[in-house]
């Protein structure tokens, strides 16, 4: 059974930095996709990064280019999204999906994703 955990949010001040984690159990990623989404209050999911098989191809929604990145820790089966030079607007609830095939230019609709984290809330404060 795949289970997707993910750790790490919290509250900081705008500018500051955040990681958040995500756990992969029954599932081994490396040759597929994962991703990480975001949902505030009365807004739509959005794909907010992935990352491809092997690490080799990272894709990064506009809104958080040149200020997150998103890893991979194959020994840990674990995915990371550094979060950098944060704004209120990215206040949400964080999720972490796996998909059970690779990433592609479709890689930020949800509906490619197979298995999907509990969430994790991030708080920015201005």
């Known amino acids: 059974q795949v289970q997707l955990v993910e750790s790490g949010g919290g509250s900081v001040q705008a500018g500051g930095s955040l990681r958040v984690s995500c756990a992969a159990s029954?599932?081994?990623?490396?040759?597929?996709?994962m991703g990480w989404f975001r949902q505030a209050p009365g807004k739509e999911r959005e794909g907010v990064a992935a990352?491809?098989?092997?690490?080799?191809?990272?894709y990064y929604a506009d809104s958080v280019k040149g200020r997150f990145t998103i890893s991979q820790d194959y020994a840990k089966n674990t995915v990371y999204l550094q979060m950098g030079s944060l704004k209120p607007e990215d206040t949400a609830m964080y999720y972490c999906?796996?998909?059970?095939?690779?990433?592609?230019?479709?890689?930020?609709?949800?509906?490619?994703?197979?298995?999907w984290g509990q969430g994790t809330q991030v708080t920015v404060s201005s």
């Open positions: 029954g599932y081994r990623y490396s040759s597929k996709c």
């Open positions: 990352i491809s098989a092997g690490g080799g191809r990272r």
């Open positions: 999906a796996a998909a059970e095939g690779p990433c592609g230019s479709s890689w930020a609709h949800g509906s490619g994703y197979n298995y």
